[in-house]
C-alpha cells in the first residue's frame, strides 16, 4: 500500500489571526506619534514666530531726515524711500567718463533683483545672468590679473589721464546714506574747534600749501611741492590764515574750510555723529540719477564743454594760463561760497570744482580725493579734467588751500543682538561690548562680574566633559561657569573698495 504523506496542517500554513487589541494597540501608537510631531511643529513654529517677533522693524526711511543732508537710495513708484526689508540701495556705473567702454554695459545689469539670503552678492551684478557667486568672482578676480604686467600690489587703480577717474568704469552697488548739501565750512569748522580745543595738522607742522600766484612775494628760497611747483609751502598758513600771516578767513566764513587733512576732516565729522564719505557713495551722489549706459554724462550738467555753461554750475579757473592768468569768468579766482552755484539734481552744491574732498579709505600715503577744485581745468588741458570722475589721491598729512571735505551718515537700521561668552575668571578670549553707534568698549573684571548672566552648572552645554579631547586655551572650558552678554551684533560687509 502506498503511503502518502500527510500534508501539512492548516496551523503550519498561516500566521496567527491578529486579536482587536494588536490592531488598537498600532492605532493608538501611531495616533501618539502624530501627536507629538505635530505638538513639535507647532513649538517649532512658535519659536520661530517668536524669534521673529523679537526683532523690531526696520525704521522708516521716510520718517528720518538731518538739517542740510540729502538722502541718497533707491525710491519707489510714489517717490518714497525704500526701506531695509528690501535692496534699496543702488547701482550705478563708476569711473571716468572719458572711456567709453561703459556704453557696452547692459541696462539690465543695473536691474534689482528681488532676492535675498546670505549669499547674495550685491556687489556683484552679474547674478542676474544666472552665474554663482563663487562663479563671478572667480571671472571677476582673473580678470583684474594681467599676466603680461605681473601681479597687481594692493591698492592698485587704473586710472585715467585725463581726470584721474577709475578705467574702465564698472558696475558698483552702494547702500543709502544721507550727504551734507555742501562742503563744510569755515564758520561750521570753527565751531568744532572752539568746543574741542582741537588742533589741526597744519597748525602742528607750521605749514601748509598755498598757490604761488596767491602770494605777494615769493623768495627764490621758497619751498614748494616737488610733485606740484605752483604749490608753495608757507610758514604758519592754516585754516584761520589761509594764505599765511597777514590773512584772515573773517570775510570767508560761509566758504568751504581748506588747509585740513584727512584725519581733521575726519575728527570734525566724529565730532558731529558722521563720517567722510566713500568714494563710490560720493560719486553716486554727484552723478544724482544718471547712473546708467545712456544717460551718464561727462559734467555735472551735461556734456557741453564751454566755459560758458561750466560757470553757472562750478567754480574752476576758466580760460587763462594756469597759475598767473585767472580770468575769473565765474566771478572767483579762489574758494567761493557754499551754495553760490547751481545744484546737481539731488540738491546738493559743488560737486565739482571749488575744493577738492577728501574721502573715507584709502592708504595713509594715498588718501582719495574726489570732485576736483577752483585750480582744475574742464578738458583736463592742466590740472585735472572736472568731470564726475575726476579723482586724485594726496598723502593722509597733505593740508593745501585747494582740498576741503563733507560728511555722510548712514540711515538708522534694526538693532540686533547676540550672546557673547566668557570664562567667569577672565580667562578666554576679552568680551567686547558694542552700542549702536559702533564704539566699543572693553569691559573689566568688575563689570563682567557684575553685568554677567551666569550660566547653571547643571546646563546641558556642560553636562558632559571629555578630559581627553584637547581644548582651546583661548575658549571657556565646557565644565566650568560662562558668563555671557548680550551685545549688540556687528554689521559685517564685503567689498572691493578700499
Given at each position: 500500500m502506498t503511503m502518502r504523506s500527510r500534508p501539512p496542517t492548516v496551523v503550519q500554513q498561516r500566521t496567527a489571526k491578529p486579536t482587536p487589541v494588536l490592531f488598537l494597540f498600532v492605532i493608538l501608537s501611531i495616533a501618539l506619534l502624530l501627536s507629538v510631531t505635530t505638538a513639535q511643529q507647532h513649538e517649532d513654529g512658535e519659536a520661530a514666530a517668536s524669534s521673529s517677533a523679537n526683532l523690531e522693524p526696520h525704521p522708516d526711511p521716510n520718517e528720518e531726515d538731518y538739517p542740510g543732508m540729502v538722502y541718497v537710495g533707491r525710491l519707489d513708484g510714489?517717490?518714497?524711500?525704500?526701506?531695509?526689508?528690501?535692496?534699496?540701495?543702488?547701482?550705478?556705473?563708476?569711473?571716468?567718463s572719458f572711456d567709453t567702454t561703459h556704453k557696452k554695459i547692459l541696462e539690465s545689469d543695473l536691474h534689482h533683483n528681488e532676492h535675498y539670503g546670505?549669499?547674495?552678492?550685491?556687489?556683484?551684478?552679474?547674478?542676474?545672468?544666472?552665474?554663482?557667486?563663487?562663479q563671478v568672482l572667480h571671472e571677476k578676480r582673473r580678470g583684474e590679473l594681467d599676466l603680461s604686467q605681473g601681479p597687481k600690489p594692493f591698492g592698485w587703480f587704473e586710472e585715467h589721464p585725463l581726470d584721474g577717474g577709475a578705467t574702465p568704469p564698472r558696475v558698483v552697488y552702494i547702500e543709502p546714506f544721507f550727504i551734507d548739501i555742501a562742503p563744510v565750512t569755515n564758520k561750521e569748522y570753527g565751531k568744532f574747534v572752539r568746543a574741542t580745543y582741537y588742533e589741526t595738522e597744519a597748525e602742528k607742522f607750521g605749514w601748509s600749501f598755498v598757490l604761488s600766484s596767491f602770494l605777494q612775494e615769493l623768495g627764490e628760497s621758497a619751498e614748494v611741492d616737488p610733485e606740484a611747483e605752483d604749490w608753495v609751502a608757507v610758514d604758519r598758513a592754516y585754516w584761520r590764515n589761509p594764505e599765511g600771516p597777514g590773512t584772515s578767513y573773517k570775510y570767508r566764513e560761509h566758504h568751504p574750510v581748506v588747509h585740513v587733512s584727512h584725519r581733521d576732516a575726519a575728527e570734525y565729522c566724529k565730532w558731529i555723529g558722521?563720517?567722510?564719505?566713500?568714494?563710490r557713495e560720493w560719486e553716486a551722489a554727484a552723478r544724482a540719477g544718471h547712473y546708467g549706459p545712456n544717460n551718464r554724462t561727462l559734467f555735472i550738467w551735461g556734456e557741453e564743454q564751454t566755459v560758458d555753461v561750466a560757470k553757472e554750475y562750478a567754480n574752476l579757473w576758466g580760460a587763462g594760463a594756469?597759475?598767473?592768468?585767472?580770468?575769473?569768468?565765474?566771478?572767483?579766482?579762489?574758494?567761493?561760497?557754499?551754495?553760490?552755484f547751481k545744484p546737481n539734481a539731488l540738491g546738493l552744491y559743488d560737486m565739482t570744482g571749488n575744493v577738492w574732498e577728501w574721502m573715507r579709505g584709502g592708504k595713509h600715503k594715498a588718501r582719495i580725493v574726489r570732485g576736483g577744485s577752483y585750480v582744475d581745468s574742464l578738458d583736463g588741458n592742466f590740472n585735472h579734467a572736472a568731470t564726475l570722475g575726476?579723482?586724485?589721491t594726496l598723502h593722509g598729512t597733505t593740508t593745501t588751500g585747494n582740498v576741503g571735505f563733507r560728511c555722510v551718515k548712514a540711515p538708522k537700521r534694526r538693532v540686533e543682538h547676540h550672546w557673547v561668552y566668557e570664562n567667569e575668571e577672565g580667562g578666554g578670549a576679552q568680551l567686547v561690548m558694542e552700542d549702536a553707534n559702533g564704539n566699543q568698549q572693553y569691559a573689566t573684571q568688575q563689570q563682567r562680574a557684575r553685568g554677567l548672566d551666569l550660566e547653571e552648572e547643571g546646563d546641558d552645554d556642560d553636562e558632559f566633559y571629555d578630559e581627553d579631547i584637547d581644548h582651546d586655551p583661548?575658549?571657556?572650558?565646557?565644565?566650568?561657569?560662562?558668563?555671557?552678554?548680550?551685545?549688540?551684533?556687528?554689521?559685517?560687509?564685503?567689498?572691493?573698495?578700499l
Open positions: 510714489e517717490g518714497k524711500r525704500m526701506g531695509f526689508d528690501v535692496d534699496n540701495g543702488i547701482k550705478y556705473i563708476f569711473g571716468t546670505p549669499d547674495v552678492e550685491h556687489d556683484v551684478p552679474d547674478r542676474s545672468r544666472g552665474k554663482t557667486r563663487e558722521k563720517r567722510l564719505p566713500g568714494e594756469f597759475p598767473w592768468e585767472n580770468l575769473a569768468e565765474d566771478g572767483w579766482r579762489a574758494t567761493s561760497p557754499v551754495k553760490t575726476a579723482r586724485a583661548t575658549q571657556p572650558r565646557p565644565d566650568e561657569k560662562r558668563g555671557r552678554k548680550k551685545v549688540v551684533k556687528p554689521r559685517t560687509r564685503t567689498s572691493d573698495e
